[in-house]
């Protein structure tokens, strides 16, 4: 089974620039997750979709990130301007579902940004 | 609001030591606990994970118990090795499968 895919595995960028990431879950997930990593912190929750509808984005800063779920398959996670605290490590990870029961999430290789 | 963490920061020690890694959760209404590892440059590995009704889970070398009612969580792993270093994070499960995660644990192992 091929697992979380997600591509640029690198991205250098001047503030104020913008940057996409790619995502794509595990062939069947319907549950797909975004997460912020700072150097030195653990990983935060950005957003949050069931297939292609947002569970929760409450943690993501919408005057300059945005993200979207078409088909509810493949998401990308936008910066737009980008400023020199966005450097960090952006995870996807997906679950089979996300309801009332535990579901264990699968996490990709990350997508590691500097702004610069 | 949960907040999750994890002491020490960092560690360092001589291979084949024991050693303790300890997680601490502030809202005990969780799923479940996880422990991940992270290599660097790499994503999370899943090392362990602990239902919220269940002690302790085991797996090779490490061991993670869980005592809820105090909100805490140790990994265990015996007979350290070099290749055991890495960054050690620790994660709650809430309602809505979230997970919450400590900062987490950069170790060290020396040969």
């Known amino acids: 089974e091929a697992g979380v895919a997600q591509s640029p595995r690198y991205k250098i960028i001047e503030k104020r620039q913008s940057v996409a990431f790619w995502c794509n879950p595990i062939s069947g997930h319907a549950t797909l997750y975004w997460y912020q990593q700072i150097l030195g912190q653990g990983p935060k929750l950005l957003i949050q979709?069931?297939?292609?509808?947002?569970?929760?984005d409450s943690q993501l800063p919408k005057d300059r990130f945005s993200a979207e779920r078409l088909k509810g398959v493949d998401s990308t996670l936008k910066i737009q301007p980008a400023k020199l605290e966005d450097s960090a490590v952006y995870l996807c990870?997906?679950?089979?579902?996300?309801?009332?029961?535990?579901?264990?999430?699968?996490f990709g290789p990350g997508t590691r940004l500097l702004v610069l | 609001k949960q907040e999750v963490t994890q002491i020490p920061a960092a560690l360092s020690v001589p291979e084949g030591e024991n050693l303790v890694l300890n997680c601490s959760f502030t809202?005990?209404?969780?799923?479940?606990l996880q422990w991940f590892r992270q290599d660097p440059g790499k994503g999370l590995t899943s090392l362990l994970l602990i239902q919220s009704s269940q002690r302790e889970q085991t797996s090779g070398r490490l061991n993670a118990s869980l005592d809820k009612s105090s909100g805490r969580s140790t990994l265990y792993i015996a007979a350290s090795q070099p290749g055991d270093s890495a960054t050690y994070l620790c994660?709650?499960?809430?309602?809505?499968?979230?997970?919450?995660f400590g900062a987490g644990t950069i170790l060290r192992v020396k040969s």
């Open positions: 809202d005990s209404a969780i799923y479940n």
């Open positions: 979709f069931q297939n292609n509808g947002v569970v929760d």
């Open positions: 990870a997906s679950s089979r579902t996300s309801g009332r029961w535990a579901e264990t999430q699968y």
């Open positions: 994660a709650v499960m809430e309602y809505g499968n979230k997970l919450v």
